[in-house]
């Protein structure tokens, strides 16, 4: 299980290639290589992983991935 942390807390953490918010238990991503698209939205990646960190698309880091 990986999780994003914000402030200490995880903000995210995935079971295979789903991505759930703990405190609503929701899926609100799918992973596809590296890349996490919103389940609800317009398609566009919303977040990609490299090494310990999560970005935007546009290379802003946005939170620790362990």
């Keep these: 299980m990986h999780q994003g942390h914000t ?7 995935q079971e295979g290639q789903r991505i ?3 405190q609503t238990e929701t ?3 799918c992973e596809n290589g590296g890349w996490w698209y919103r389940m609800q939205g317009s398609g566009a990646a919303a ?3 490299k090494d ?3 970005f935007t698309p546009d290379g802003r ?3 620790h991935y362990a």
């Design 7 to 13: 402030e200490g807390k995880p903000a995210y953490y």
């Design 20 to 22: 759930y918010a703990p």
């Design 27 to 29: 899926c609100e991503f």
């Design 47 to 49: 977040y990609y992983v």
């Design 52 to 54: 310990d960190q999560v």
């Design 61 to 63: 880091p946005a939170f």
